[in-house]
């Protein structure tokens, strides 16, 4: 089992920059890619949105609306991933959570950090 815990959501405002964090603890062995993706508040049956991934090697993948905004890295040796997001807008609010891969195909997820931007 993998448990991941998100940190560093919180309110900002609309122009503003956060950084959040995923800490991936347990049997970690065979993690490959991580990711974030995001869910608007109140809205628990809507899917997921990717925002960016990552892979072992480092290798990054973004959505279209996040480039250039946000920016995805990882520390393996800590088995921590970040998120560090610039230029925040009002509809960058949503619940951000943690997803790792493991072995290719092994789904975990964490719980999810709140972020607000307030207009």
């Known amino acids: 089992q993998v448990q991941l815990v998100e940190s560093g959501g919180g309110l900002v405002q609309a122009g503003g920059s956060l950084r959040i964090s995923c800490a991936a603890s347990g049997n970690t062995f065979g993690i490959t890619t991580m990711g974030w993706y995001r869910q608007a508040p109140g809205t628990p049956g809507s899917q997921r949105e990717l925002?960016?991934?990552?892979?072992?090697?480092?290798?990054?993948n973004y959505a279209d609306s996040m480039k250039g905004r946000f920016t995805i890295s990882r520390d393996n040796a800590k088995n921590t991933m970040y998120l560090q997001m610039n230029s925040l807008k009002p509809e960058d609010t949503a619940i951000y959570f943690c997803n790792v891969v493991k072995y290719g195909s092994i789904n975990y997820w964490g719980k999810g950090t709140l972020v607000t931007v307030s207009s």
């Open positions: 925002v960016a991934t990552i892979t072992s090697a480092g290798t990054t």
